[in-house]
């Protein structure tokens, strides 16, 4: 059982470097598929640089050739999804259920890396995300169809309600159109009866961390905080630990009103 454990492990850390470079290529615009290369000197990396996390240590975190620094978050990323995919593996088992959410996580935590680099919500992941979740619902839960599309729906304009509020408030857009395509999908994927709590717990873990970015990188406070990947992070943490986040917030009512 260790040995399976430990497998799921090095299969997200693997799968997390694979999502790394593929959200710089799609943000680049270059093919997904070519090996990766340094980006200073074009060198292809080698075995070493394939090991993930420890490849990044044993370099210590320089290009073999040219000494050109390796970007943190190759190994960030890695352990990141290492630790998203056996906290899955450790819920669902190696059941369907596990080739499902692990396929629904792995597009959202690729759609995050890329929101967190560039404030976008691409098409791509979306639409991926839409078209691998309308297949497992036709094949395998045609009673909850319903139930997603009003997700889908009720996710996207939730949002251009809580955006409207938004600029009336600080007279200026805080929130992306590309956040309403998120939680659009993000309701389609859980049922639209998550989307509360995972807007609320977002917007709490947003308030807190971002403060705490912003107050370490000494940026400007108008500097935009990709809202992105909090949304994803409050999915995952709801669908995984349930008996903690649903109980918490149904505790504490009051502090959920003012986002709606
Ligand atoms: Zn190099």
Request: hydrophobic share 55%; with cysteine; charged share 10%.
């Amino acid at each position: 059982m260790i040995l399976a454990n430990l497998f799921i492990l090095l299969l997200g850390m693997v799968l997390g470097s694979f999502l790394f470079t593929m959200a710089i290529r799609l943000q680049e615009g270059t093919s997904i598929w070519k090996r990766s290369a340094c980006n200073h000197c074009g060198t292809t990396v080698g075995i070493l640089g394939l090991i993930p996390v420890m490849g990044y240590l044993l370099l210590r975190g320089r290009c073999n050739r040219c000494r050109g620094r390796i970007s943190p978050y190759y190994p960030i990323s890695e352990l990141a999804n290492g630790l998203l995919v056996w906290l899955i593996f450790n819920r669902t088992g190696l059941s369907e259920n596990f080739i499902h959410m692990l396929l629904i996580f792995e597009i959202l935590f690729l759609a995050a890396i890329i929101d967190f680099r560039t404030h976008l919500i691409l098409a791509r992941p979306v639409i991926l995300g839409l078209v691998f979740q309308s297949i497992w619902l036709v094949v395998f839960a045609p009673g909850e169809i319903l139930n997603s599309l009003f997700g889908l729906f009720l996710g996207a304009g939730i949002f251009h309600w809580v955006s409207y509020l938004f600029r009336l408030i600080r007279k200026k857009e805080g929130l992306g159109a590309g956040d309403a395509t998120l939680l659009g999908l993000i309701g389609f994927i859980f049922g639209w009866k998550l989307l509360f709590p995972i807007i609320f717990w977002a917007s709490a873990m947003g308030i807190l961390g971002g403060g705490m970015i912003l107050l370490s990188n000494r940026q400007s406070l108008s500097r935009e905080i990709a809202f992105g990947p909090w949304l994803i992070l409050a999915a995952f943490l709801i669908w995984r630990f349930p008996e903690l986040f649903l109980t918490i917030q149904v505790k504490i009512p009051q502090i959920e009103l003012p986002f709606f």
